[in-house]
């Protein structure tokens, strides 16, 4: 039930109040000119019924369609069923999923098992990380068809052990699966099945591949008879050619480990192409390999393969997707070896292109599926001259985000199980077998509770200014504590006033003009408001008032396919985890728009249908802002300026790219780049027209609101000594709205001048890539039609530099405005969150006393989820991860509680996850369609299983440390006309 929120009213007046009588200052006398102002005034505010905060609560949020109804009545939970209605089809058996929970609820093994169980004829069980790692296999549960596959961290061997205990049906040879380690392994078996591969050469200095009997005796039946291997005799004939035991092979050739899982690899070049090397490598951000000059000479230490590279200029690079040996879908891509820039969609994976395989290659597919023993595995190929290589397997693989391929894949997989079945059941009859031993699952998912920031929003601007005069005074109809003001007819009252103020003179000419103007161009985007806020003299009276004008900050057109997608993406989590999660759910959130639009717009998703009247509750005491660490919270900002000075090194616990100079040299060339872009926009203004831009603008944008915002964030960064750190996250987050929603005219009014000069090129600054994108997977990707992307041309790399310096300053500075020192990051955390972290910990117990499980999702905004985390980081909790190895919490990032229960009841586990949400390194480098936007990040586990009291304590002992002060809530009031009752 929402809890009831105290409004305290301590000096206001008990009656409403002439707004003549407010026209007196603190000093008792009233100038010639308020009295003129306050007289004009008096009659508009006079002639309206005023309006209290309560009855204003209900009224301010105009949501986009699909509206969100109530906001803090006692929400009902939602139980009926939200499956789709599908014929349902007799039973063919259970699925067993044995497979890291990051891998089985990948979006592609996600969609597929979806359609194999949507008619009935099968159901799934997940294994889960619980039971694969802390299980023995005896206490696994029982399936008829094994979907199972090697990730990092999988215990491959007590899988193995568990096919032959139980003997299912299996669809990929866990056996052969460690064949995928060793490159040689994998090669051999690509000779003996007749498939072509580049012109090698290796070098093993470990003796050869170390396999178990099991593997050799697979491999043996397949023609790879594995034999010790003795160190071969090689040199370098000259700079450009490598002999092995008199084989040779010159330049350009391909190094690649043996290790399967090591993906250093490195290209070196011939002399006659200019020498050096270039490094190939997992992809970080948008970069997967780099050019090394000096890199020449062969590496001396581990064991190598030496292929033969195919001229990038003349092959095309395919990766091929194998379901069975008679279906294969293939993908083409640009080749990271040509530039090293990885292009992606909007869901943050590479740019493919649907391929024909042709004959020969379909050959080649069935020979990897036979050869290998999988069912589902991808290779690599290149085609080149009419003739086509592998060049590498990497087993158990899907495609990611292709409808027809999920589709084939689930039909492909149906009528192998539905085959198996009769099959067994043959069998069976025929040996008149016992009925095997059946064994449920040990540990279920019992419950989940999300937080959730909201989903993309339009960048938040404002302007405040100071004011004495009685007429600004007057708008707080005698309430001493801030009022906000919404509606659009309010707001035209408020212009009135400053408009009067104008003619009367009564404070700075350029603040009244500034916000006259502004007032009237945003006084009908949704999310316009106005803040006033008291300042009061020793005598409690108001002495001036601070006026706020604030807009921007609201969902945009992309939020809805965000959140929809996020809440689709639960629904089918929870649908094969524990579908009863789907039967018992309750959803919170904040009172500010953009969060209630995406809360809603995410329970629709997830309900698969409209959301019930009064089934999203508003929390303002959990979710809204919080002012109680707002002292500590300005001392530790103003400890953050000093340290973007010279000579001040970036602190160890900040985040900062290890060869990035210190805060002070990036921080200068930002100021240097925004000078130099400033010029060019003024450049294009005034002599290009740029401000006559088309008509395809979302977010009710247009140039000339493009070109004002811009213009105030150039004036926050004239010179090195005016930049407010604050103002760093408000240009990051500029850079990345219009990359996204504005890019056509980003690319047109920052496109470079002849006549205006270039800054010094200082581009070795932007080497450096965030480090923490390793612990992320980019999301599932969609196919694009096309090759064309702006900012290719070397021409945008200064504004590509800008970028890529205000997201590394960014990240220096956000995370800390929630405190520097560990005590700090407790402290504010606890001010600001304890009472949702109660509220999480409270809700974790009841799902842990209640038979039926549940899901409980908050929704909030950015602080909250930054203090969140702080708490857990200091609870004492062991997390995997550092902070600073942890990404932004983008849009739509979520942090994750699951509670976990063992089949007897008494037993209970905790795992804390998190996805950095609808997040990309390089915004710049996404193809964009009409939706603009960018996938969820899937989640990682931020802990172990922990055991749930350990936690519980842990935490309940942090929230001991903080003594809460009087809780503020500010008065909302839809009119200036509303006094106090």
Request: hydrophobic share 35%; net charge neutral.
């Amino acid at each position: 039930m929402s809890e009831p929120i105290d409004i305290t009213k301590k000096g206001s007046f008990s009656v409403p109040v002439s707004p003549l009588a407010l026209s007196v200052n603190s000093s008792g006398a009233a100038s010639d000119s308020d009295t003129k102002a306050m007289a004009s005034i008096a009659p508009i505010l006079e002639g309206f019924t005023p309006k209290t905060s309560s009855s204003e609560n209900n009224s301010q949020l105009r949501l986009p369609p699909p509206a969100v109804e109530g906001s803090g009545a006692t929400s009902p939970v939602r139980r009926a069923s939200i499956s789709r209605h599908k014929v349902q089809l007799p039973k063919i058996g259970k699925i067993g999923v044995c497979a890291m929970d990051a891998k089985v609820l990948s979006k592609p093994c996600r969609q597929i098992l979806n359609r194999l169980i949507e008619n009935g004829e099968f159901e799934t069980v997940i294994f889960g990380d619980k039971v694969i790692l802390d299980e023995s296999v005896e206490n696994w549960p029982t399936c008829d068809f094994l979907i199972s596959f090697f990730s990092k961290g999988f215990p491959l061997d007590k899988a193995i052990n568990y096919v032959k205990l139980r003997k299912p049906y299996i669809i990929n040879d866990l056996v052969m699966q460690k064949a995928l380690w060793d490159r040689r392994l994998c090669l051999w078996l690509l000779d003996a099945a007749g498939v072509p591969t580049p012109q090698r050469l290796e070098i093993s200095r470990d003796g050869g591949p170390r396999l178990d009997d099991e593997l050799k005796a697979k491999l043996k039946e397949q023609g790879v008879d594995v034999q010790p291997t003795k160190e071969p005799n090689w040199k370098m004939i000259d700079e450009d050619t490598i002999e092995v035991d008199g084989k040779t092979l010159s330049k350009p050739f391909v190094e690649k480990p043996v290790d399967g899982e090591d993906h250093n690899v490195y290209i070196y070049y011939s002399k006659k192409e200019g020498g050096g090397g270039r490094r190939l490598f997992r992809k970080v951000g948008n970069k997967s390999s780099e050019f090394d000059p000096a890199l020449c000479e062969p590496r001396t230490q581990g064991s190598y393969i030496y292929e033969k590279f195919m001229d990038t200029n003349n092959f095309e690079d395919v990766k091929a997707y194998t379901v069975g040996p008679n279906f294969c879908h293939a993908e083409t891509r640009k080749s990271p070896v040509v530039d090293g820039v990885v292009r992606r969609n909007t869901h943050g994976k590479e740019i493919r292109y649907i391929t024909e395989l042709s004959d020969e290659e379909k050959r080649i597919a069935r020979a990897v599926s036979r050869g290998f023993a999988q069912t589902i595995c991808g290779f690599d190929l290149l085609r080149v001259g009419g003739k086509s290589y592998v060049i590498d397997v990497n087993g158990f693989s899907f495609v990611k985000d292709s409808v027809p391929y999920y589709d084939n894949s689930a039909k492909i997989l149906r009528d192998m199980f539905y085959e198996a079945k009769k099959v067994r059941d043959v069998r069976k009859a025929v040996s008149h077998e016992a009925p095997s031993e059946e064994k449920s699952q040990k540990w279920i998912l019992k419950g989940v509770v999300t937080v959730v920031r909201h989903a993309d929003r339009t960048p938040k601007q404002k302007f405040k200014y100071s004011f004495k005069s009685s007429i600004f005074i007057s708008l707080l109809k005698g309430y001493k504590e801030e009022v906000i003001i919404r509606e659009v007819s309010d707001l035209e009252i408020v212009l009135q006033a400053i408009k009067i103020a104008q003619e009367q003179k009564l404070e700075d000419a350029t603040k009244l003009s500034i916000l006259a103007s502004t007032l009237e161009k945003k006084i009908n985007f949704p999310g316009t408001k106005i803040q006033l806020k008291p300042v009061l003299n020793d005598e409690n009276e108001v002495e001036k008032v601070q006026f706020i004008l604030k807009w921007g900050g609201e969902a945009t057109h992309s939020a809805r396919y965000q959140a929809s997608d996020l809440g689709e993406q639960t629904r089918q989590d929870m649908g094969l985890l524990n579908k009863e999660i789907l039967e018992n759910i309750q959803v919170f959130s904040s009172s500010e728009r953009r969060v209630l639009v995406s809360a809603n717009l995410w329970a629709e998703s997830l309900l698969n249908g409209t959301v019930p009247e009064n089934f999203i509750q508003v929390r303002k005491d959990l979710l809204d802002d919080s002012n109680a660490a707002k002292d500590l919270m300005d001392k530790v900002k103003r400890q953050l300026k000093p340290l973007l000075r010279e000579g001040k090194e970036a602190p160890s616990q900040f985040s900062w790219p290890p060869k990035m100079p210190e805060p002070y040299y990036v921080i200068k060339r930002v100021v240097e780049l925004m000078n130099y872009h400033q010029k060019i926009m003024e450049y294009h203004v005034e002599y290009d027209d740029a401000k006559a831009g088309g008509d395809d603008w979302c977010s009710g944008e247009d140039p000339e609101l493009f070109v004002e915002r811009w213009n105030k964030l150039f004036k926050e960064f004239t010179t090195l000594e005016k930049v407010d750190p604050s103002k760093i996250s408000e240009l990051y987050d500029t850079m990345k709205f219009d990359a996204l929603h504005n890019r056509e005219f980003l690319e047109k009014i920052f496109s470079p001048v002849d006549s205006i000069s270039e800054p010094k090129d200082s581009s070795l600054l932007i080497h450096e890539y965030p480090q923490h994108m390793k612990l992320f997977k980019a999301p599932d990707e969609q196919n694009c039609d096309h090759h064309h992307f702006l900012f290719d041309d070397r021409i945008f790399k200064y504004l590509r530099e800008l970028y890529k310096l205000s997201q590394v300053l960014f990240d220096f500075i956000c995370p800390q405005e929630y405190g520097i020192t560990q005590q700090e990051k407790l402290e504010i955390g606890l001010l600001t969150s304890v009472p949702l972290a109660k509220k999480i910990i409270g809700d974790l117990n009841a799902m842990m006393a209640n038979d039926q499980p549940g899901l409980v999702a908050y929704f909030t905004k950015e602080s909250h989820m930054y203090t969140l985390l702080n708490i857990l980081y200091e609870s004492g909790i062991q997390l995997y991860f550092n902070r600073n190895d942890l990404p932004e919490l983008d849009y739509l990032s979520q942090i994750i509680f699951e509670l976990y229960e063992d089949s007897s009841g008494k037993n209970h586990s905790l795992r804390l996850k998190l996805s950095p949400g609808c997040h990309t390194q390089d915004p710049l480098d996404v193809e964009l369609d009409e939706k603009h936007y960018i996938s969820c990040i899937p989640k990682i586990s931020l802990t172990k299983h922990l055991d749930f009291d350990l936690v519980n304590q842990r935490l309940k002992n942090k929230f001991k440390k903080v003594s809460l002060p009087k809780k503020f809530t500010a008065v909302n009031i839809t009119s200036p006309l509303a006094g106090p009752k």
